[in-house]
């Protein structure tokens, strides 16, 4: 199947500072989705992005399909940033294949 | 526009028994998966229903099995407990257009199960 994997494991950021997240997979991909999962185990959809570029507030996404890569970008970082970040992917079948996620923390 | 909605939040089981999970899509969406997210990893897909019917499997044994209702909503069950299936279900919504996987998933809060 599918391999996607993430990278930093693990993020320490101070209040406003920037970061960017990493998202690699194996094969091309007709969906990619990146997820912010709270203390709670809520699953936040952030972005549906198999390719190019969105932004949504202080957040953005990029996907090069042809390279297999996604990045996530957080800008001016806030408390309530903290969670951790995973990326989908899916292939031609139905199952969505998740990387092992970014455990982000945000330091006041 | 209603999320998709999951039952109960918690539960806590003993080894061996029985559970039902269950999940009501998202509003105009068709299409059920189920996840099972142990602690410290990613979410791992279950199966998935469409038109009542269970369209593809992850690897996992026959102890899981589901349903589909004709509103679109389902049911996640788990036979003879065992103390690994303690983990957070979660079920994803999805609307299947022909011939195409590219439809975003949305994911409800999961149900956490504790088995002891």
């Known amino acids: 199947g599918i391999q996607v994997e993430q990278s930093p494991p693990d993020l320490i950021l101070q209040e406003g500072a920037n970061s960017t997240l990493r998202c690699n997979f194996s094969?091309?991909?007709?969906?990619l989705q990146w997820f912010h999962q709270n203390p709670w185990g809520q699953l936040i959809n952030l972005f549906y992005?198999?390719?190019g570029t969105k932004q949504n507030g202080r957040l953005s996404a990029t996907t090069v399909a042809t390279e297999r890569y996604s990045l996530l970008y957080i800008s001016s970082s806030q408390t309530t940033d903290s969670g951790v970040y995973f990326c989908?992917?899916?292939?031609?079948?139905?199952?969505?294949?998740f990387g092992a996620g970014t455990t982000v923390t945000v330091r006041a | 526009d209603a999320g998709v909605t999951q039952s109960p939040t918690h539960l806590i089981k003993t080894r061996g028994q029985q559970v039902t999970l269950r999940c009501s899509p998202k509003?105009?969406?068709?299409?059920v998966s189920w996840y099972q997210q142990a602690l410290g990893q990613g979410p791992q897909f279950i199966f998935q229903y469409y038109e009542e019917e269970e369209r593809q499997r992850g690897n996992f044994p026959d102890r899981f099995s589901g349903h589909q209702f004709p509103n679109y909503s389902s049911e996640l069950n788990v036979n003879a407990l065992l103390l690994g299936d303690s983990a957070l279900y979660l079920c994803?919504?999805?609307?299947?257009?022909?011939?195409?996987?590219?439809?975003?998933?949305?994911f409800g809060n999961g149900t956490r199960l504790t088995v002891t």
């Open positions: 094969d091309s991909v007709n969906n």
């Open positions: 992005i198999p390719s």
């Open positions: 994803a919504s999805s609307l299947v257009w022909e011939n195409s996987y590219n439809s975003p998933l949305h």
């Open positions: 509003s105009g969406h068709d299409t």
């Open positions: 989908a992917v899916r292939s031609n079948d139905y199952k969505l294949s």
